[in-house]
Nanobody, 121 residues
Framework: QVQLVESGGGLVQAGGSLRLSCAAS????????MDWYRQTPEKQRELVAS???????NYADSVKGRFTISRDNAKNTVYLQMNSLKPEDTAVYYC???????????????WGQGTLVTVSS
């Protein structure tokens, strides 16, 4: 079983910063892509940022220049540094990871429970 545990959400004023963390645990042989998604009641879940095991990154146009995704492969942890936050960034942020399990060497595709980010104007 692979589990993802997120932390770092909360309430912040517009223009402020937050840092989200997501730690993967369990029988993990290798973690490949790690991503952050977000969802609001009005919108479908959307990809915010992704990072490969080699460090290549990809961002949604709406967050480019403001958000930075990074990872610590030794800790199977991914981070999302969010700067210059806007009220429209308010959402539940979900961590996602894909990779390979130990022992069975089967693939896994796991999601975190979500963490709420609220940006006040």
């Amino acid at each position: 079983q692979v589990q993802l545990v997120e932390s770092g959400g909360g309430l912040v004023q517009a223009g402020g910063s937050l840092r989200l963390s997501c730690a993967a645990s369990g029988r993990i042989f290798r973690t490949d892509a790690m991503d952050w998604y977000r969802q609001t009641p009005e919108k479908q879940r959307e990809l915010v940022a992704s990072i490969t095991s080699g460090g290549s990154t990809n961002y949604a146009d709406s967050v480019k220049g403001r958000f930075t995704i990074s990872r610590d492969n030794a800790k199977n942890t991914v981070y999302l540094q969010m700067n210059s936050l806007k009220p429209e960034d308010t959402a539940v942020y979900y961590c996602h990871a894909a990779g390979v399990r130990t022992f069975t060497f089967t693939t896994f595709d796991a999601w975190g429970q979500g963490t709420l980010v609220t940006v006040s104007s």
